[in-house]
């Protein structure tokens, strides 16, 4: 098992050399330049740019700037945004609580419906509760979130006037006060991922539930006279769970990465907005951070999801 | 009226023989406006009289929270390295100029006592000097007092080249020294009629001098402060987020009596404009929004919301049409576009008479822009005194292709004209901007009509728009034969928006494309005027040279203007705002307020 690990590891290093030299390649040649405003104001003189590209290297040669990066990367060093004139880190760190806090209440929303959801639905299918199940699970997914963030603001926020639609990271607010002005605000956005993703993954618990409740060993389980909630929750669940963590696990780094889209409509200060105006601004250095510890994050994720397997089934073994 | 008589004028009034009053009355009697006539008092450098604010509110706070919405929020608090106006917004939360420009173009003093003027002795017989006198009782937020040193620092933190502040161009030719505690001096090595660059609106705003002081130059990126605001203004610095939330509390010694009204502000940034005027429009959750690129349809329908309306404030922004004189096709030492070449096509001057003919402006205003960009031929719009009464324009097909039939151009068998055996075939590029796509549609299909074939191209803003010089689509390069975008003119004196003319400032593989001149309009006429007009310290002649400068690359039709864009903003019903077109939104923060 260690040595399984160690292995899994010693892998994840050169591909996070090559996604970082991937990611650094794609962005120094993608069109745009973080100075462009200074060019287009007639009261900025040209030598201000000039004397900005080379003091942030942007001039040097495009291997120079990477390995510039990837030693100041290795140490500790994540880069310093031409934009905001700080460390990336900290502008990093702001974004954070605010990311987990709105994309991992979604997810847990999702998986709040999803699990009861998908198992019900199994047990009795083409049922009255499975069809509208699946119906609503179909119509989840297949809506993409600007329809619906945009459809919920126009009737809670503006016909019916009870939600506000601008999140504010940090409520004024005091006491209860507090925490009911953050759970208003919530509602939407959260409502927005939660039921996106609660779509698709209903529909897997319930084919995965589905495929190991024909097993022989579930009609023994009945056989034995086992009531039929042990069954499921003892029997069936377990084994059915497996590709479900999988697909969990896959879905964690998103909780670090925001969600670009539903942060953009519900101006939600989290890292998914904080990447797309970095990228409308040609912040290199805030982008790269962001991307990087993205991949890191999935590739852990990955070997997080195989060991959880090994738990979860012990005939998966490692070598 | 001719200048010659208003120049005596102007000398009666500097030799106190007749007063402000009269003038501006005699003015108004030949049929100018008031705010006209006073801008001629002003950069005569005769007293003005102050802005009447029309602030109401009688003791300060008290008025809860102002909640402001930037759809592009403010990524950095030191106004000096602002380089859009969101940064310089939330900038003038916390820090203030000497002086800032009111709507109609005049100086109002903020941290100075007075408006430098001759009467005052604060502008020298020749224009050179330039003596400020400072409010006394101000105090920066950490309690320190407010003096000269804090002012010539200012000026020196921004001319030290290893800054690279972006507002170094207003402190580069200027020397600034201390007279005394409170009296500054600004020395220009020439006469200069518009003088009031320096230490006046977004360039001008003063930062501490305890505070910055160990961080000018190569270190000017590690000062915290740049971050954490410590100014003069009328809210100090609570807590900052770049790119999403800015706040700030009331300052209880602002130097202003009954000032500021709210208790606290806060500036939301993120999102897209549409919602951002929604939410100020129609729901009324935010108090005000900031840049409302809108189209005008949408506007009138949120502001039917009845929670608030659209303010639209004249400025000097166009949207325009420029026309390639150089040759874009062909390399010359390695260069398109090469100053020295001449467009194979364009340099004709009926094909270039003719492009003018279908370009219809009206029609752009009245379908694509509506209350957000009016119909112009003029490329100087702003101030009033600068606008030339000698343009017009005029759409007229039919008139389009008699006048290249007559030049020779014939129309071949695919209905595109032909002269010499070179068709009649343009590329026409813009930025990647609704409104932009639907007027080069407009033009195409009127310019199809007169037998022009244009070609249209749309590069990403990102591109247009950027510095890269290794990119072949940038606005300055102007590899195509017909551009389009929006130029910006940021002060109420034309000056520096007018370089864009010169020879001098060809935009060429030398400078790295920064050049303003991508146009490559060429005429020895007009650099001379543009000469004389920097050193021409009497007001009605300087305005009479760029009204000059203006018509000539449009009667030489090197340019087509098409429609001035006023700035839009979104501001609820109770909340009195007064804006200018000439500063920030956030110029005279200090006087906002709401009515109950």
Known sequence: ?319 | MNDIEISSLLDKVRGNDMTRQQFIRRMVGVGLSVPMAAQMLLTSGLAQAQTSSSYKPTKRGGGGALKLLWWQGATLLQPHFASGTKDQEGSRIFYEPLAAWDNDGNMVPILAAEVPTSSNGGVSRDGKIITWKLKKNVLWHDGKPFTADDVVFTAAYAADPATSAYTKGSYSDVKVSKVDSHTVRVEYQKASPFWADPLVSAAGMIIPKHIFESFKGATSRDAPANLRPVGTGPYKFTDFKPGDMLRGVINNDYHEPNRPYFDSIEMKGGGDAVSAARAVLQTGEYDYAWNLQVEDELLLRLEQGGKGRTSITPGGNIEFIQLNMADPWTEIEGERAHASSKHPILSDKAVREAISLVVDRAGVQKFIYGRTGIATSNFLNNPKRFVSPNTKFEFNPDKAAQILEAAGWRRGSDGIREKGGRKLKLVFQTSINGPRQKTQQIIKQAAQKAGIDMELKSVPASVFFSSDPANPDTYTKFFADIQMFTTTMPQPDPEVFMNQYQSSQFATKANKWLGRNSTRYNNPEYDKVYLAAQSEMDPVKRAAMFIRMNDMPINDIAIIPLVYRPRTAGIVNNLVAPLSGWDNDLWLLKDWYKTT
């Not at chain 1, 198992?119 to 499975?130: E, K, N």
């Not at chain 1, 970095?278 to 994720?301: E, K």
């Open chain 1, 1 to 319: 098992m260690f040595r399984y690990i160690l292995r899994r590891l010693m892998i994840a290093v050169p591909s996070l050399l090559g996604i970082s030299l991937v990611l650094f390649t794609v962005l120094a040649m993608a069109p745009g330049d973080p100075f462009s405003e200074l060019v287009s104001n007639p009261n900025i003189p040209p030598e201000v740019a000039l004397a900005l590209r080379q003091k942030f290297g942007l001039d040097d040669p495009l291997m120079v700037r990477y390995w510039n990066w990837l030693t100041a990367m290795l140490q500790g060093d994540w880069g310093y945004s031409f934009i905001s004139r700080i460390n990336v880190e900290t502008l990093i760190m702001q974004r954070i609580p605010v990311t987990l806090l709105l994309i991992g209440s979604s997810q847990l929303l999702a998986l709040c419906i999803a699990i009861p959801v998908g198992v019900y639905a199994a047990t009795r299918p083409y049922s009255i509760f499975d069809q509208i199940a699946s119906t609503l699970a179909f119509i989840g997914f297949s809506l993409p979130t600007f329809f619906t963030g945009i459809l919920l603001i126009l009737f809670f926020s503006i016909h019916l006037d009870w939600l506000p639609f601008v999140y504010r990271a940090d409520i004024p607010e005091t006491g209860w006060r507090f925490f009911w002005e953050h759970f208003k605000q919530m509602i939407m956005p959260v409502m927005v991922l939660g039921m996106f993703q609660a779509g698709a993954w209903t529909r897997y618990v319930r084919s995965a539930v589905l495929d190991v409740i024909r097993l022989d060993y579930v009609t023994t389980a009945r056989s034995k006279g086992l009531s039929e909630k042990v069954v499921i929750t003892k029997h069936v669940l377990r084994n059915a769970l497996i590709p479900v963590v999988t697909l969990v696990a896959l879905q964690m780094p998103a909780i670090f990465g925001g969600a670009i889209v539903t942060e953009q409509i519900f101006r939600v200060p989290g890292i998914g907005s904080l990447i797309i105006s970095s990228m409308l601004a040609n912040d290199t250095p805030v982008v790269m951070a962001v991307t990087f510890v993205f991949s890191t994050l999935v590739i852990a994720c990955n070997l997080l999801a195989d060991i959880l397997y090994g738990w979860l089934d012990p005939r998966i073994s490692y070598h």
